[in-house]
């Protein structure tokens, strides 16, 4: 099990003092298939920090082209999360029944019998293939997965390409108001930020492994087999933690590094969530108080740019 804490590493280091770290970890814990969690936490912390320094020493790309790119994918992502069930039934055929989120049932796949097809595709696909791309580096396919959730969005011609699901049924993202695909501020903003990647060199890109996507199958798999969606509280919570822990990651790599990359995404998530509640006040969840949410989206901002300055001081007075 300690191999897995060598996975905050990045490779250039674990393969370099990797078994050194895992002997010493067999000597100080002898018997011990895990250290306790204090001693994890530090070193998760440690390898989030190598990784941080690794990516600022990389000169093979300037640092707000990268941080548009984590931008990107982090509104990738937060498209998908209200279509994880909802992805995972229409790969594996599996009729969710009365789990189904809220849009119109009758002729929901392709192969489903009735009258009419409400659709052919779920609008999940888009976001996801938008993600795909986008870890592998290659915006060009992004762009047209991101211009097609502005038109399914913008228009009512897509109804049975894609159906009504994010237009008129709920969608929701994260602990502010829900966002259907009608809002188009979500789709837009990663359509502009797909077209400024494509824009650049492909090879000035970072590309991520597949192994990337293992946390997107793990909860398309938890959200499908256990019918969660995304307007239960419990989702919300969830994905609350998730976000914390990306906060407090990003926070770890700017103090590391001093460098504003990680603003960036930061700051593109808060104002899209932050335009949602505030132009549909009445649509606020509620799992967690207006106040609170709105602290935990705006005050990450100047925490991060100050603890960035802070760092870059300090490196100049050493």
């Known amino acids: 099990m300690n191999r897995l804490l060598l996975a905050a590493y990045p490779e250039p280091y674990r393969s370099r003092q990797g078994d050194e770290l895992l002997a010493c970890l067999a000597e100080a814990y002898p018997g011990r298939s895990w250290p306790p969690p204090r001693e994890a936490a530090a070193l998760v912390r440690a ?114 390409l894609f159906g009504d ?13 829900p966002i259907t695909a009608r809002d188009l501020v979500l789709s837009g903003t990663l359509c502009a930020a797909c077209a400024v990647l494509a824009l650049c060199r492909s090879s000035r890109l970072r590309r991520r492994s597949y192994g990337w996507l293992a946390p997107v199958v793990l909860a398309m798999f938890m959200a499908g087999s256990l019918h969660i969606i995304s307007v239960s509280p419990a989702f919300q919570r969830g994905l609350f933690v998730l976000e914390a822990t990306a906060l407090l990651g990003a926070w770890v790599a700017t103090a590391a590094t001093g460098d504003h990359r990680w603003l960036i995404p930061v700051a593109v998530v808060a104002v899209v969530r932050t335009q949602a509640i505030v132009v549909q006040p009445e649509g606020f969840m509620r799992s967690f108080p207006e106040l609170v949410v709105l602290l935990l989206l705006i005050a990450p901002l100047p925490a991060l740019a100050v603890t960035a300055q802070r760092r870059q001081g300090r490196a100049l007075a050493e």
């Not at 192969?111 to 938008?130: D, F, N, V």
């Open 47 to 160: 390898g989030v920090q190598a990784r941080a320094r690794a990516v600022a020493d990389d000169t093979g790309r300037p640092w707000w082209l990268d941080g548009i790119h984590l931008a990107a994918l982090a509104l990738a992502a937060l498209a998908l999360v209200p279509y994880l069930q909802d992805v995972w039934h229409w790969a594996l055929r599996i009729d969710p029944g009365q789990h189904a989120i809220a849009f119109r049932f009758s002729g929901w796949y392709p192969w489903a019998e009735g009258p009419t097809q409400t659709r052919l595709l779920p609008y999940g696909l888009l976001p996801l293939a938008c993600l795909i791309a986008l870890l592998r580096g290659r915006p060009w396919i992004a762009l047209p997965a991101a211009a097609a959730m502005i038109w399914a969005g913008a228009t009512s011609h897509g109804r049975i």
């Open 165 to 177: 699901e994010g237009k008129a049924g709920l969608s929701y993202y994260g602990l502010g108001a």
